[in-house]
Nanobody, 122 residues
Framework: QVQLVESGGGLVQAGGSLRLSCAAS??????MGWFRQAPGNDREFVAT????????KYANSVKGRFTISRDNAKATVYLQMNSVEPEDSAVYYC?????????????????WGQGTQVTVSS
């Protein structure tokens, strides 16, 4: 059983930065992802990373601004968010796969955190 706990969310001004962390317990050396959901919207893909960090993928809306990384020794995945925009406001969820391969499809992920709120003020 894998448990995921996100942290690092909060209120930030547009143009600022924020770093989200996802601490995992249990067997975690598989692909991980970040998704987000704004009120009234479906959950959408943000970024994913494969088991060793060698492959990353991003949603077009965050490419060049967000960076996903992982430290397997600490069983932690990060999402560095730079140049944030009000449209980035959402609850951000960390997700864990049972595969070593990264995926943009939320159905590929079996484990989910409780989410952390990110609010970007204009």
């Amino acid at each position: 059983q894998v448990q995921l706990v996100e942290s690092g969310g909060g209120l930030v001004q547009a143009g600022g930065s924020l770093r989200l962390s996802c601490a995992a317990s249990g067997r975690t050396n598989n692909a991980m992802g970040w998704f987000r959901q704004a009120p009234g919207n479906d959950r959408e893909f943000v970024a994913t990373i494969n088991w060793n960090g060698g492959v990353t993928k991003y949603a077009n809306s965050v490419k060049g601004r967000f960076t996903i990384s992982r430290d397997n020794a600490k069983a932690t995945v990060y999402l560095q968010m730079n140049s944030v925009e009000p449209e980035d406001s959402a609850v951000y969820y960390c997700a864990g796969s049972r595969s070593i391969y990264s995926s943009t499809d939320p159905t590929a992920y079996f484990y989910w955190g409780q989410g952390t709120q990110v609010t970007v003020s204009s």
